[in-house]
């Protein structure tokens, strides 16, 4: 069964810029969407970004268009979401998942809908 891994979390001043990594173990990844969502404490889980496989289409929260940008390099099973111009408001912990079955635009934004979870990384913005 596939396993993720998050990392490339920390703390950071308004403005600030941080890119994550989601290592994939299985043979599965590169036919794979992953997702980022994000949790802040006591909130849901949210949305952030999804990528499809081979790359060619990306998806994005409203709130971290222009702002964000997920990639992903197959041959090193790893998906990425680079993060610039950080706020306070998106501090929380950053979640990859990984759907076992083709989604659509609506179901993409459903934390339900992916099957494989990393255990998190942590993202604090400070004013």
């Known amino acids: 069964q596939m396993q993720l891994a998050e990392s490339g979390g920390g703390w950071v001043q308004t403005g600030g810029t941080l890119r994550l990594s989601c290592v994939a173990s299985g043979d599965t990844f590169s036919s794979s969407i992953v997702a980022w969502f994000r949790q802040a404490p006591g909130k849901e889980r949210d949305f952030v970004s999804a990528?499809?496989?081979?790359?060619?289409?990306?998806y994005y929260a409203d709130f971290v268009k222009s702002r964000f940008t997920v990639s992903r390099d197959d041959a090193k099973n790893t998906a990425y979401l680079q993060m610039n111009r950080l706020k306070p408001e998106d501090t929380a912990i950053y979640y990859c998942?990984?759907?076992?079955?083709?989604?659509?635009?609506?179901?993409?934004?459903?934390?339900?809908?992916?099957?494989?979870w990393g255990q998190g990384t942590q993202v604090t913005v400070s004013s």
């Open positions: 998942g990984v759907a076992d079955r083709e989604l659509t635009t609506a179901t993409i934004p459903r934390p339900q809908e992916y099957t494989t």
């Open positions: 990528i499809s496989p081979s790359g060619r289409r990306t």
